[in-house]
């Protein structure tokens, strides 16, 4: 589809916690709007109350695409991702109503904005470094990583094995830095980007507040109830905010104070994680989420794209 004549998107990003949902719900109702979720622990069924998934009756009537269409024991996949949420869009836009790509997923966001292939992979490849993972650790193999591609070592957390994984994987496949490996930003999709953030104070109580009401709704009996269905096997799922220290409070490693105390430091350094993405965006732009004007400010940015 020539990008002239691609559908219009307004897209709703940034950190965890700051709004970016309700945000959405007004929006889709002032537009005649339906959201595509860019959040990629909500695309896994099961897990509500982790991710501060909206019910039906707060989604209010607006349609919601891409919630629920993975099992726990499905690893992650942006370039599948990518697929079906450019459908989404396509969908939406060809129906006569406005798309609205919302969530803190950076790399899910850009991959559907912007023409973005993706590296390909390969089964032998990837188990003899999930091998290697699993006998010397996360910590291990990041050390390989920095010698290899000090850029894209000093991106990835030295404990997110499944990234390093993809990242020396990629090297080996292509002979090249994994950071050599993502494009140049070129628009696949016409769309505003409007980011909702908060007084990071502000927003530390938010993310607290937040993790008490996990407990409180009952994520120790959601994640007891996603055990069967393969939640420990899960190499995405089982490592999510909450979910990891939700397993560990079920073991006994952890005790209820502790993991929720970890469950929040671990949300405050992935906010941070989320703020550095979309900052470096020039494309955004931030609006308060406290604002009392909030609403109407982002209205008039999209209706300003979209007529």
Known sequence: MPFETAPRVVTVVGPTAAGKSALSIALAHELGGEVVNAD?????????????????????????????????????????YQELARAAIDDIADRGR???????????????????????????VRAQLEEELS?????????????????????IL??????????????????????????????????????VDRDAAVLDDRIAARVDLMWEQGLLDEVRRLIPRGLREGRTASRALGYQQALAEIDGSLSSEEARADTVRGTRRFVRRQRSWFRRDPSVTWLDAAAPTLVADALALAREWTA
């Open 40 to 80: 990629s622990m909500q695309l896994y069924r099961g897990m509500d109350i982790g991710t501060a998934k909206l019910t039906p009756a707060e989604r209010d009537g607006v349609p919601h695409h891409l919630l629920d269409i993975w099992d726990v024991t499905f690893p992650a996949a942006v370039a599948e």
């Open 135 to 155: 006998l010397i650790g996360a910590a291990s193999l990041h050390d390989r990583l920095r010698a290899r591609d000090p850029e894209a070592a000093a991106k």
């Open 158 to 195: 030295p404990s997110n094995g499944r990234r390093i994984v993809r990242a020396l994987e990629v090297i080996e496949l292509t002979g090249q830095p994994f950071t050599a490996s993502l494009p140049a930003p070129t628009p696949h999709y016409p769309s505003v980007q409007i980011g």
């Open 98 to 124: 406005v798309p609205l790509l919302v969530g803190g997923s950076g790399l899910y966001i850009r991959a559907v904005l912007e023409e973005f292939e993706f590296p390909g992979t390969d089964p032998a």
